[in-house]
């Protein structure tokens, strides 16, 4: 069973618009959720978090939204550039005994056409 | 070099042999762990070590031996390869207290015939 899940595998977007990037989740102890990105033949790199006791953060370009109700989460890249052309992944940790064990959804490619 | 490494980079093997996969970190990290990537899995958890001589299964751990003699090695065996292995190999590793962010090794492409 999917606890992480990405629904779109990929996304195209024209550079300089936004991209939005969604992932839902369905175990309820999850309290700290990531972004990582990937590029071809390189591991992933931490992109941006959120712990569940807010619901948004930023960092420059990045905005990560986080919908408890509904859990889901989904990350804004505005403007998009052609260097994020990668897949991106999102992954959420429980804590308590499961401090430190990411579960990942399946990753969602994206595209920035110049 | 500093960060994280694996190798081999690449790796072609048979059914039924025994293969280890390295990584090797130079922060000191407390934490290191195994993952493997597949179509339409994403990246799911083999083996974790919170610290040296101290590991823990992940989500999929069958078929696989770790080992943490030191802090900064953390080799993954196949004991007997299956062609249901072949996949991408992650390594990475945290800070000891730092929630989640985890830094990820170039990976390792295994090729099980």
């Known amino acids: 069973d999917q606890q992480v899940k990405q629904n779109s595998p990929s996304l195209s977007v024209q550079e300089g618009r936004i991209s939005i990037l969604n992932c839902d989740y369905t175990?309820?102890?999850?309290?700290?959720f990531l972004w990582y990105k990937k590029y071809p033949a390189e591991g992933p790199t931490f992109l941006i978090s959120?712990?569940?006791?807010?619901d948004k953060n930023e960092d420059g370009r990045f905005t990560v939204f986080l919908n408890k109700s509904a859990k889901h989460l989904s990350l804004h890249i505005v403007p998009s550039q052609p260097g994020d052309s990668a897949v991106y992944f999102c992954?959420?940790?429980?804590?308590?005994?499961?401090?430190?064990?990411?579960?990942f959804g399946q990753g969602t490619i994206l595209t920035v056409h110049p | 070099d500093a960060g994280i490494t694996q190798s081999p980079r690449y790796k072609i093997t048979e059914t039924g042999r025994q293969v280890t996969l390295m990584c090797h970190q130079t922060?000191?990290?407390?934490?290191m762990f195994w993952y493997r990537q597949d179509l339409g899995h994403g990246l799911r958890l083999i083996y974790y070590?919170?610290?040296?001589?101290?590991?823990d299964k992940g989500e999929v751990p069958d078929g696989y031996v770790v080992s943490r003699s030191k802090t900064e090695n953390f080799p993954l065996t196949l004991e007997s390869a299956t062609r249901s292995q072949t996949s991408v190999y992650f390594c990475?590793?945290?800070?000891?207290?730092?929630?989640?962010?985890?830094?990820f090794g170039p990976g390792t492409r295994l090729l099980v015939l």
């Open positions: 990475a590793s945290s800070e000891s207290g730092t929630v989640g962010t985890q830094y």
């Open positions: 175990n309820s102890m999850f309290d700290y």
């Open positions: 959120i712990s569940s006791i807010k």
């Open positions: 992954a959420a940790e429980a804590g308590g005994t499961s401090y430190g064990k990411l579960t």
């Open positions: 922060w000191s990290h407390s934490y």
């Open positions: 070590s919170a610290a040296a001589d101290i590991t």
